[in-house]
């Protein structure tokens, strides 16, 4: 029995307004669909310049729509006017961008518990979430520290809390791994991953890394180079729990990584 | 290490500013430029009578009232307009202008109007102080990061969350920056307007001074003034190293030497 999509894309297009007196740019993204199941972890891979922020920022409510439909829990969500855009959909598409966004006068505990203050929801059980969260993530100790003074990984995994604190449906990840080393970034993989097992989120998670995209998802998109659309869609049937460390050698990697390479040219 | 080398530095720049004017005085005599020492015995004489005390209080209070009728809504006025990009454009010429205009020139009507009690003193303080610090804090809430708000949207945060956790926030050290350029300006606001017309105040002690050629009483009023700067910024920036705590160490320690 196949449960109804919790997100559903239908032929979404995005141009930017053209500037006065200019030709219209061209779509950044043209006659893109997909759907997500609840529960799912979809990855979304495209080379850089692909829309995928683009498409994020529809989905977050960030951005207008220009063509297409995004229906959110069966309800269409989108808007074509800037003013009517409800960021975050009443709370419940959370956002993990590229940029960890942390409020530079915030300690890490208060930037964690940022939502959770905002929505009124600030109490003993949900700071006691957010602590078990600051644990997980190996930041105990530094919960009094202001972001200046954690190092890249750290501000990544306080952002990455921060989302799951007040535990949003749906999240969408930008690249939040993008800009620090490998070591840090397989680690910061893993501890997603864990989070990931004992929440079972529906997750889109935007990378230009394949081994990213296999190592996290249930199911990957590849993404065409601009007008954006879906070029390919590969099922990831490697089973769960997930090592990051040694995905490489797991049956099917290989496989799995070479039709996703070749989708991408 | 450094800090000590500062302080000694210092008093040598003291010394030797005092040596110029010691000779100064010498050789002008002491009618026209009264000596270090003469100044220094008068500050420490009429500050033990309570003369000084008392002029230099109302000349704080001028000065505070004025900062305080100036600065808050100049503080105010960039958030009410942060969502209104239309009227800043409105009236940012009138701004620069109100900006640009010699405030000490008003300081006749400001009497004319509101009499030469200390409602004058405290119109000319409040508007020295309105323009330097609203358009520090205009500049303050236009370098916010657009990021951080679509941030807290998703989040869940309503406009007045927004402007008062990540606006406000993000706007505090432009307010400061603002306020240590407009302290100093608010003193001699004041005082400038003492000096116009007032029967109170250190304005009126230097007005008074220089009226029976005392220098030296002029010197000892002027040297008060000097102080209460020094003691206002000296509050300015210790209570901006409380707020901005978060800030890294490098941006505080530049400023933070006294």
């Given at each position: 029995?196949?449960?109804?999509?919790?997100?559903?894309?239908?032929?979404?297009?995005?141009?930017?307004?053209?500037?006065?007196?200019?030709?219209?740019?061209?779509?950044?993204?043209?006659?893109?669909?997909?759907?997500?199941?609840?529960?799912?972890?979809?990855?979304?891979?495209?080379?850089?310049?692909?829309?995928?922020?683009?498409?994020?920022?529809?989905?977050?409510?960030?951005?207008?729509?220009?063509?297409?439909?995004?229906?959110?829990?069966?309800?269409?969500?989108?808007?074509?006017?800037?003013?009517?855009?409800?960021?975050?959909?009443?709370?419940?598409?959370?956002?993990?961008?590229?940029?960890?966004?942390?409020?530079?006068?915030?300690?890490?505990?208060?930037?964690?518990?940022?939502?959770?203050?905002?929505?009124?929801?600030?109490?003993?059980?949900?700071?006691?979430?957010?602590?078990?969260?600051?644990?997980?993530?190996?930041?105990?100790?530094?919960?009094?520290?202001?972001p200046h003074e954690l190092s890249?990984?750290?501000?990544?995994?306080?952002?990455?809390?921060?989302?799951?604190?007040?535990?949003?449906?749906?999240?969408?990840?930008?690249?939040?791994?993008?800009?620090?080393?490998?070591?840090?970034?397989?680690?910061?993989?893993?501890?997603?991953?864990?989070?990931?097992?004992?929440?079972?989120?529906?997750?889109?998670?935007?990378?230009?890394?394949?081994?990213?995209?296999?190592?996290?998802?249930?199911?990957?998109?590849?993404?065409?180079?601009?007008?954006?659309?879906?070029?390919?869609?590969?099922?990831?049937?490697?089973?769960?729990?997930?090592?990051?460390?040694?995905?490489?050698?797991?049956?099917g990697f290989a496989a799995i990584?070479?039709?996703?390479?070749?989708?991408?040219? | 290490?450094?800090?000590?080398?500062?302080?000694?530095?210092?008093?040598?720049?003291?010394?030797?500013?005092?040596?110029?004017?010691?000779?100064?005085?010498?050789?002008?005599?002491?009618?026209?430029?009264?000596?270090?020492?003469?100044?220094?015995?008068?500050?420490?004489?009429?500050?033990?009578?309570?003369?000084?005390?008392?002029?230099?209080?109302?000349?704080?209070?001028?000065?505070?009232?004025?900062?305080?009728?100036?600065?808050?809504?100049?503080?105010?006025?960039?958030?009410?307009?942060?969502r209104h990009p239309l009227m800043?454009?409105?009236?940012?010429?009138?701004?620069?202008?109100?900006?640009?205009?010699?405030?000490?020139?008003?300081?006749?009507?400001?009497?004319?109007?509101?009499?030469?009690?200390?409602?004058?003193?405290?119109?000319?303080?409040?508007?020295?102080?309105?323009?330097?610090?609203?358009?520090?804090?205009?500049?303050?809430?236009?370098?916010?990061?657009?990021?951080?708000?679509?941030?807290?949207?998703?989040?869940?945060?309503?406009?007045?969350?927004?402007?008062?956790?990540?606006?406000?926030?993000?706007?505090?050290?432009?307010?400061?920056?603002?306020?240590?350029?407009?302290?100093?300006?608010?003193?001699?606001?004041?005082?400038?307007?003492?000096?116009?017309?007032?029967?109170?105040?250190?304005?009126?002690?230097?007005?008074?001074?220089?009226?029976?050629?005392?220098?030296?009483?002029?010197?000892?009023?002027?040297?008060?003034?000097?102080?209460?700067?020094?003691?206002?910024?000296?509050?300015?920036?210790?209570?901006?190293?409380?707020?901005?705590?978060?800030?890294?160490?490098?941006?505080?320690?530049?400023?933070?030497?006294?």
């Amino acid at each position: 029995m196949a449960q109804p999509p919790l997100l559903e894309i239908k032929d979404l297009g995005k141009r930017f307004p053209a500037r006065a007196g200019r030709e219209p740019p061209p779509w950044v993204i043209q006659g893109l669909s997909f759907a997500v199941r609840p529960g799912e972890f979809l990855t979304i891979i495209g080379p850089s310049g692909a829309g995928k922020s683009t498409l994020l920022n529809m989905i977050a409510q960030i951005d207008t729509v220009t063509a297409g439909e995004i229906v959110f829990d069966g309800q269409a969500v989108n808007s074509h006017d800037p003013r009517t855009l409800q960021p975050g959909v009443d709370r419940r598409i959370g956002y993990v961008t590229q940029d960890d966004n942390l409020l530079p006068w915030r300690t890490t505990i208060d930037n964690v518990l940022f939502p959770i203050e905002v929505q009124g929801r600030l109490n003993d059980e949900t700071k006691a979430h957010a602590e078990m969260l600051v644990r997980a993530v190996g930041l105990a100790g530094y919960e009094r520290y202001y972001p200046h003074e954690l190092s890249g990984g750290m501000r990544k995994r306080a952002a990455l809390i921060r989302t799951l604190a007040y535990d949003p449906p749906m999240i969408l990840m930008d690249e939040p791994f993008g800009a620090v080393d490998a070591q840090t970034r397989m680690q910061l993989q893993a501890d997603l991953l864990k989070l990931w097992e004992l929440g079972r989120k529906t997750i889109i998670f935007v990378t230009h890394d394949i081994t990213e995209a296999i190592a996290l998802g249930d199911r990957a998109l590849v993404l065409s180079r601009q007008p954006a659309r879906i070029a390919a869609e590969h099922a990831i049937p490697i089973p769960r729990p997930r090592n990051v460390q040694d995905i490489f050698a797991l049956e099917g990697f290989a496989a799995i990584y070479e039709r996703i390479r070749a989708a991408i040219q | 290490m450094t800090r000590w080398r500062t302080i000694t530095d210092r008093l040598i720049v003291l010394v030797i500013i005092l040596a110029a004017w010691q000779i100064g005085s010498a050789i002008v005599g002491p009618y026209w430029l009264s000596s270090p020492w003469a100044v220094t015995s008068r500050f420490v004489a009429q500050m033990l009578s309570g003369e000084l005390v008392r002029h230099s209080g109302y000349t704080i209070w001028e000065s505070v009232c004025g900062a305080i009728a100036g600065g808050v809504p100049a503080v105010l006025l960039p958030f009410l307009l942060r969502r209104h990009p239309l009227m800043v454009a409105i009236l940012d010429p009138f701004m620069v202008g109100g900006y640009g205009a010699p405030k000490l020139a008003f300081a006749p009507l400001f009497i004319l109007w509101f009499g030469i009690g200390i409602e004058s003193k405290i119109a000319l303080v409040a508007s020295v102080v309105f323009f330097i610090v609203y358009f520090n804090t205009l500049a303050g809430v236009r370098a916010l990061d657009p990021k951080l708000v679509q941030m807290a949207q998703i989040a869940g945060a309503s406009e007045r969350h927004v402007a008062r956790h990540i606006v406000f926030p993000a706007a505090v050290p432009y307010i400061f920056a603002g306020l240590r350029i407009a302290v100093p300006y608010a003193i001699g606001g004041a005082i400038i307007a003492e000096l116009i017309s007032s029967n109170r105040g250190l304005g009126y002690l230097v007005q008074t001074g220089a009226m029976n050629f005392d220098t030296t009483s002029v010197f000892a009023a002027i040297l008060a003034a000097t102080l209460i700067v020094h003691g206002a910024n000296w509050m300015v920036n210790a209570s901006e190293r409380v707020l901005l705590r978060w800030r890294p160490q490098t941006a505080v320690m530049v400023d933070a030497g006294d």
